[in-house]
Structure formats: structure tokens, C-alpha cells
């Protein structure tokens, strides 16, 4: 899904087949903003690394997951977290983060990296 401007969901049909081949993953992942981690099979889901190796802000949805490293790592410095029920809301939301405030977050993205990492 595309809005024309600024969003872009891209979705598969589980088999790595349909309207997604066209997309380069690690060119979209590179200049994406935000990255969306929806809930993984186990405490969380690998999609918060791949955000951050990328440097991404990741976008936790999920109600209770438990989040890696979470001693030495402040996630709210550099992530955003939203329920399940807010999905539909996720571009309002992520628009109504001030400018400067994602320009810190992204900012601290390769801090973390490294953090990431090497823990």
C-alpha cells in the first residue's frame, strides 16, 4: 500500500511472491524513516535488529513483548511503541512526532548499533 507520499506497507503473500518482488528490501529499509516490528514467534521479533542495523526507527507493535538488552538500552530514546489496536492510527501517529524529536532518535540509532552488537 502507498499513500503517494510518504507510507509505504509492503505485504507478501507468505511465499515471497506477489506485489513485493519489485521492492529492493535493503534499499527500502535504508531510506525508510520508520520500520514497523510487529510481535515474532519468540520474546521478540528479529525485525527490531534489522530496523536498527539499518537505521531505522523501529515501531514496536506489540502489547507486552519484552524487549532485548532492555537494561542497557532505553528504548523509548530511540524506538516508538504501539498497541495492536493503534495499527490503523500508525501513520497519524508517526506524523505526530515532532521533527526534531525523530532527528534525536535517528541520532542515536548507531549508538545503539553498536551497543547491539557487541552485547
Same mark, same amino acid.
Given at each position: ?14 511465499? !515471497? ?6 521492492? %529492493?528490501?535493503? $534499499? &527500502?529499509?535504508?531510506? +525508510? @524513516? ?20 539499518? !537505521? ?6 506489540? %502489547?507486552?513483548? $519484552? &524487549?532485548?538488552?532492555? +537494561? @542497557? ?47
Amino acid at each position: 500500500l502507498h499513500n503517494g507520499r510518504d507510507l509505504i506497507m509492503v505485504c507478501t503473500n507468505g511465499g !515471497g511472491r506477489g506485489s513485493a518482488q519489485h521492492w %529492493d528490501y535493503k $534499499t &527500502l529499509m535504508l531510506s +525508510s @524513516v520508520f520500520s514497523v516490528a510487529p510481535a515474532g514467534n519468540g520474546l521478540h521479533s528479529f525485525r527490531l535488529a534489522e530496523a536498527i542495523f539499518f !537505521g531505522s526507527i523501529p515501531v514496536i507493535v506489540d %502489547d507486552e513483548v $519484552t &524487549l532485548p538488552f532492555c +537494561s @542497557v538500552l532505553d528504548w523509548r530514546r530511540f524506538s516508538v511503541r504501539i498497541r495492536q489496536s493503534q495499527v490503523s492510527q500508525l501513520p497519524q501517529l508517526l506524523r505526530a512526532i515532532p521533527p526534531a524529536e525523530v532527528a534525536r532518535m535517528q541520532t542515536r540509532l548507531p549508538g545503539v548499533k553498536r551497543k547491539y552488537i557487541f552485547f
